[in-house]
């Protein structure tokens, strides 16, 4: 028997200051065995491959999925099992690494509103103009090549500006007819350290190793200062922000899955009606055949 839980205890409500302290990155397993895991992760996967082709056939909504996370928090792992049996036609990844200078030329938000998903598409972000109040924030130095006209050191004033600029933006995407899901896989620091370790003793992992990486850990309050000022300002009815328990993998796939799966049933998606007209038209086409 699976253990059931509610995605809405997940969930930042607008308006609420966040204390990242006070959320778990652990709770009991989803799940009491590897086999019964497999179970619900495929079950998952066939269901969201079923909502993805309804979705696509009704084109009316896009479907946003944003994941932000620390360093070795499970990105890739959640794209990569949630995702697996859905149709690429349907499905378009962006990984947004540090800006070009044809980027930091432009506003913050433009290179990734050039990655926004079409209406019928599912479109995740492997991080996102979130970066630009988490990195940029904990390292302001950052902001020199954006050469911005007020407030370049990277005052307060900046980043209220910032969680202004992206609450608008979301709001409008969300007008326009994007659905926002956006994932926070809150990691514990020690669980950081023993995934690294584990990079660091397995020959085809380690080449994602660096000292940056090392370096990182230092800041590792800041971030999570970062996180939390970012989480409380953005958090939205429209574009909520879930913080996702990230210290157990497996856990955290099967909700990430469960809140992108309930998001599109929310839109009561439908295959177009087909018309009087159409169905002669189809009727006729038949007979050539």
Not at 79 to 104: L, T, W, Y
Not at 160 to 176: A, T
């Amino acid at each position: 028997m699976k253990r059931a839980f509610d995605t809405d205890s997940l969930r930042v409500r607008p308006g609420t200051p966040v204390q990242l302290e006070e959320w778990p990155t652990r709770v009991k397993p989803l799940w009491k065995s590897k086999k019964q895991y497999h179970e619900q992760l495929e079950r998952g996967v066939e269901e969201l491959s079923d909502l993805q082709r309804l979705h696509f056939a009704s084109d009316r909504y896009a479907l946003l999925l944003i994941l932000q996370g620390m360093d070795a928090s499970g990105k890739d792992g959640v794209i990569r099992h949630v995702m697996s049996g859905v149709n690429p036609q349907g499905c378009q990844v962006a990984s947004f690494k540090a800006p070009s200078a044809e980027e930091s030329a432009h506003d913050f938000l433009w290179r990734t509103s050039r990655a926004l998903p079409e209406r019928g598409q599912i479109g995740i972000f492997n991080r996102s103009y979130y970066e630009e109040v988490l990195i940029v924030r904990v390292h302001p130095e950052l902001l020199s090549p954006q050469r911005l006209p007020n407030e370049p050191s990277g005052g307060e004033r900046l980043w209220k500006d910032r969680f202004r600029s992206i609450v608008e933006h979301e709001e409008h995407l969300h007008r326009s007819g994007t659905r926002i899901i956006k994932c926070f896989l809150h990691m514990s620091k020690e669980e950081q350290a023993a995934r690294f370790r584990d990079r660091i003793d397995d020959a085809r992992k380690n080449w994602k190793f660096s000292e940056s990486d090392i370096l990182e850990r230092k800041s590792w309050p800041h971030y999570m200062q970062a996180y939390a000022a970012c989480m409380t300002a953005t958090s939205s009815a429209h574009a909520p922000w879930y913080i996702v328990p990230a210290d157990d993998k497996k856990n955290a796939r099967l909700m990430v899955s469960r809140i992108v799966r309930e998001t599109l049933h929310a839109l009561r998606l439908t295959v177009p009606t087909t018309t009087a007209s159409r169905r002669a038209e189809l009727a006729a086409f038949r007979e050539r055949l």
